[in-house]
């Protein structure tokens, strides 16, 4: 007993005061559209789909990153030759659709060359942030107040967003300093933080744990897979795909899997605490 | 290689010729589905083979037959055998090994469910892969089954769980959302009050369809869905299918990259042993020395963050080599830092076993006999525990580990405390072994040059042993080149029957703590 007291003091408060202010050496890629020319390396070297390209005219092109699908993988940043794709030390991103996720930007074609020239960023459909934020603070209505009780359900995931997930809760980045705490059961659960995809043999055990669940229930979908099906797909016989096919997503986490301090912050997003943000600020954004 | 086969022949009964050198350490016997059996029980009994995995595979279009592999680790030949008979679609059924050879029991059904395969004579010919609500008749692995199909379900969702009868007997249902942050599955307890009289598993709710969707995705994709298998096993999982492409394409990785590689499988193994030990004392309310396993787990995270961006070590391996270097001042801090994590994780230890009140809860908890490990097919560090001394980094040499120092370590008592203690002796060697790497790393290019196309209408086995256990790919490919058939084989596929062997006997309460002294992964099982 002498001695475990004294290994505990000995080691000290491991816990980081500010665990936002780490910024890792990857997080996720951003795109310099200005050099980019669209010419589709990164999209055929993306194993998720989350870049495309496509001509909608002969003299108009396009293209998207959606962070939802992105698994980090750095395929597109070493294939682009015109190095235009660079890793961000971003990390903490959440937002509150899979729109909100993804970047378009559009490419005039010269006709005589071929080449394609950036000319502007396409806004996209849906809610804004800011939109979305007010609407969730408004379905929840002040109810949470500062404390928060989370069950996670695991819908299909390689288990990489759980160990994550788990990392949370450990002594360096102490999840319940914030007021938020894993519970055993959906009953007592005020948020439910699933992984995905979501697999038909856990779909109806989803559904169910919604339906325990208390209102206002509030639902984060977490990683690639669990925001948009990610390197599993959606719609195959055994995957349905991202959380939002099965259940409303209030907030999503990409990553794969999400660091613990993006996980953190898309729960703090959730409460209202902290402020959502869509992935690196983009050129001329 | 010549003796090997004359050997293999030999224990077979069968003509030197037809035992085929597919390529090195990996040869091919073509049968009748009939003799399987007798193969079977001479690889077993004459080669002292192991079974590696069992599977099927679509090849009606090619040649209008299903083809069926046994796949057997031969470690005294140092070389792997595939035993392959054809299968008549018009007859789809072969016989079954599982009576004579537990280790098939789960393979067998599982071509069954996803091929519509019989294995004639198997003892519980029954569904292990696919839920009741799935029709019948609908074979996703064939060929003719298309990827999206959108199977509708059957009505009644009730599964015919084995009865208890009796006073004060009853059953405890648990899952498949647990009340952890853990993966899904259902435990369905058989107990007389805190003793279990049994306990059945119904798995397989995060199959996501992955053997499936390789055949889909171009063979350098195919690398990260091999990653994302089983989320603690990245880069064990991407190294094995790498193996597999590498094999099959006739690549040779360069020394500093086979160095590499040692290095990133041996920190994986050091962060899942670390972490799966303070889930032990998680799991019986130690809590100092929980957290400080969760500490020390974060450490080895941050340490691959800042030297290979990535905590889970993801995207680190690639095909043909790997994809992160290690600078000089990188091996140095890499190896400084793993010193002071030794002194840390002794202490760890030794406050764990010095504690009676934990001692008291794992020492003759959950035990797996030898016998019972060797004829169950228990592989990996739980089959180690048990004393089955295997492990395919000294038996099926790969990468760098020719040439490196290491002892495999094997306790004998197949309780909690041994799967315990082997983590942490492996541990120690996995140390042991980095240190080797760091110190005499080859200065080569980090990657083999690699074909546009693989070669057509071939095969090729890759294997890991990873922290859980070996991890093997076998891949093939259609007259183009690309994917036409990916089997992968987890660890956990065999050890989950290890793990409701062991449980009946014990109570309630010990079963988390059993749990997680195998921590069986659920999504490489159901894949």
Redesign the interface.
């Known amino acids: 007993m002498f001695r475990i007291i004294s290994t505990s003091l000995r080691t000290g408060i491991l816990t980081e005061a500010r665990p936002f202010d780490v910024h890792p050496s990857f997080g996720f890629p951003v795109i310099d559209f200005n050099r980019c020319t669209a010419c589709g390396e990164c999209a055929r070297a993306c194993p998720t789909g989350a870049i495309e390209t496509r001509t909608a005219e002969p003299e108009v092109k396009t293209l998207s990153l959606s962070y939802a699908a992105c698994i980090q993988c750095r395929e597109c940043v070493s294939c682009c030759p015109e190095q235009a794709v660079s890793v961000s030390h971003d990390v903490d991103v959440a937002a509150y659709t899979r729109e909100q996720l993804a970047q378009t930007a559009s490419f005039t074609v010269d006709q005589a060359t071929g080449r394609a020239t950036f000319k502007e960023l396409v806004a996209g459909p849906g809610l804004s942030l800011s939109d979305s934020a007010a609407r969730l603070r408004e379905r929840i209505h002040g109810r949470l107040g500062r404390s928060l009780h989370v069950r996670q359900v695991d819908a299909g995931s390689c288990n990489g967003c759980e160990a994550e997930i788990a990392a949370t809760a450990n002594p360096l980045y102490d999840l319940e300093r914030f007021g938020i705490h894993l519970v055993a059961s959906p009953r007592h659960a005020d948020l439910l933080l699933v992984t995905g995809p979501v697999t038909r043999n856990m779909e109806i055990a989803l559904r169910r744990t919604y339906e325990a669940t208390p209102e206002p229930r509030i639902v984060v979908a977490v990683g690639a897979c669990g925001s948009s099906g990610g390197i599993f797909g959606e719609g195959t016989y055994a995957a349905i795909g991202g959380v939002d096919r099965v259940l409303p997503v209030d907030v999503y986490i990409p990553g794969c899997p999400p660091r613990p301090q993006a996980i953190l912050n898309g729960l703090l997003v959730a409460m209202g605490v902290r402020a959502a943000r869509v992935g690196p600020a983009p050129v001329n954004g | 290689m010549r003796s090997a086969i004359a050997r293999v022949a030999a224990a077979l009964g069968v003509p030197e010729r037809s035992v085929r050198d597919r390529r090195a350490a990996e040869l091919v016997v073509e049968t009748d589905a009939v003799a399987l059996p007798a193969l079977a029980d001479s690889v077993s009994t004459g080669l002292d083979g192991r079974l590696a995995s069992l599977f099927a595979c679509d090849e009606r279009e090619a040649s209008g037959r299903f083809r069926l592999h046994h796949v057997w680790s031969l470690p005294g030949l140092r070389t792997f055998l595939d035993i392959t008979a054809p299968i008549d679609p018009a007859e789809p059924s072969y016989p079954s090994i599982a009576a004579k050879h537990p280790a098939a029991n789960w393979f067998e059904r599982e071509v069954m469910d996803f091929f519509g395969l019989a294995p004639a004579g198997h003892p519980n010919p029954s569904r292990v892969a696919l839920?009741d609500d799935w029709p019948d008749g609908a074979w996703?692995l064939r060929k003719d089954?298309?990827?999206?199909?959108?199977?509708p379900r059957t009505p009644g969702?009730f599964h015919p769980f084995r009865p208890v009868t009796g006073e004060g007997v009853f059953q405890i249902p648990v899952g498949?959302?647990h009340?952890?942050?853990?993966?899904?599955g259902h435990f369905r307890f058989g107990v007389a009050g805190e003793p279990v009289l049994y306990l059945q598993l119904r798995l397989?709710?995060?199959?996501?369809?992955?053997e499936?969707?390789f055949e889909r995705?171009p063979w350098r994709?195919g690398l990260?869905?091999a990653e994302?298998?089983?989320?603690?096993t990245?880069v064990g999982h991407a190294l094995a299918y790498a193996h597999a492409v590498e094999r099959l394409a006739g690549a040779i990785v360069p020394p500093r990259a086979q160095a590499l590689r040692v290095a990133l499988v041996e920190l994986e193994r050091i962060y899942n042993h670390t972490?799966d030990i303070g889930a032990l004392a998680t799991d019986v309310a130690f809590t100092?020395p929980a957290?400080?396993a969760?500490?020390l787990?974060?450490g080895i995270?941050r340490l691959n963050?800042?030297l290979f961006?990535?905590?889970?070590l993801?995207?680190t391996i690639a095909i043909g080599g790997v994809?992160r270097d290690l600078s000089p001042q990188g091996c140095e801090r890499l190896g400084a830092r793993l010193r002071a994590f030794e002194r840390e994780f002794d202490?760890l230890i030794t406050?764990l076993i010095d504690a009676g009140t934990f001692t008291d809860r794992v020492d003759g908890t959950g035990i797996l006999s030898n016998q019972a490990a060797r004829d169950l097919g228990i592989v990996g560090m739980a089959a180690r525990a048990s004393g089955v001394d295997a492990d395919l980094r000294r038996d099926h040499v790969y990468d760098a580990y020719e040439g490196l120092r290491f002892e495999v370590p094997v306790e004998k008592g197949g309780d909690v405390r041994a799967r315990l203690m082997i983590r942490a002796r492996e541990v120690e060697q996995s140390l042991l072994i980095l240190h080797q790497v760091l110190d005499a790393m080859p200065d080569t290019p980090l990657l083999a040059p690699l074909p546009e196309r693989l070669p057509a209408s071939s095969s090729a086995l890759g294997w890991v042993e990873a922290w859980r256990g070996p991890c093997t790919h076998w891949i093939a490919t259609d007259q183009r080149g690309e994917l036409t058939r990916v089997k992968v084989t987890d660890p956990s596929f065999f050890n989950w029957p290890g793990l409701a062997h062991v449980v009946p006997g014990n109570i309630v309460p010990d079963f988390p703590v059993i749990n997680k002294s195998f921590n069986l992964?659920?999504?490489g099982n159901d894949r």
């Open positions: 839920h996703a089954f298309p990827h999206d199909r959108a199977v969702d498949p959302v009340a952890g942050v853990i993966e899904p397989f709710y995060v199959h996501k369809g992955i499936k969707r995705l994709h990260f869905l994302s298998l089983s989320g603690d990245a972490a100092v957290a400080r969760q500490a787990r974060e995270l963050d800042e961006g990535t905590r889970m993801r995207g994809k202490d406050q992964s659920y999504s």
